[in-house]
């Protein structure tokens, strides 16, 4: 089964094609300049997701396939949920991940929380379309806590701040291998792959 992923981030795409390559083809739109993914402007990640995922769907290149959008972010409560929504923007809207991070920590920071109240989960909803309809979403979380400093260089965004709960690496630390069994967007694309194999039968 073909499945079009409505993003042209190359690591959500890396991550998507690894956990889903056995029983689907993954293809996203780095290959389609002119699709216009719209603007995040819903209030959660399920309305976003949606968003992206309709939009695709209902253009020419998405045309009778089936589209699938994510949208995900961390979610800080020493920042009252914060950055949310905003995790991929925290900083400004052309802001690096560095840039993203910096910005969390030193937020932190000027709000002295010790490290026991740094608790913060990743959240993940996709949403998957055909021809201008929502057909579902499902979703995933990771919990985990806030380090500083970062540590490790893989992953990407708030990976390298991120340490999920029973272990001691942070998301940027971890083999992909690992990361993918246990990571947020990892238990929504299991639930995704449930989804599809009911919609298949």
Do not use: W
């Amino acid at each position: 089964m073909d499945l079009l992923l409505a993003t042209r981030n190359r690591h959500k795409s890396r991550e998507f094609r690894e956990l889903l390559s056995h029983d689907f083809k993954v293809m996203d739109l780095s290959s389609f300049p002119e699709v216009v993914i719209p603007d995040e402007t819903g209030r959660t990640f399920e309305e976003n997701a949606s968003l992206k995922a309709v939009a695709t769907s209902q253009d020419r290149r998405g045309k009778r396939q089936l589209v699938i959008a994510d949208d995900s972010g961390l979610e800080v409560d020493a920042l009252d949920g914060a950055p949310g929504i905003y995790s991929a923007r925290y900083a400004g809207e052309k802001a690096s991940d560095k840039e993203n991070v910096l910005k969390l920590l030193g937020d932190l920071r000027r709000r002295n929380a010790p490290a026991e109240k740094r608790t913060a989960r990743f959240r993940c909803v996709i949403a998957l379309a055909k021809d201008g309809r929502v057909l579902g979403t499902v979703g995933g979380v990771a919990e985990g806590t806030i380090v500083d400093p970062p540590r490790g260089t893989d992953g990407f965004g708030y990976d390298p701040v991120f340490q999920p709960d029973r272990f001691e690496q942070t998301f940027a630390e971890m083999a992909p291998d690992l990361k993918n069994k246990i990571s947020h967007r990892a238990k929504a694309i299991m639930a995704l792959r449930q989804a599809l194999r009911e919609l298949k039968n």
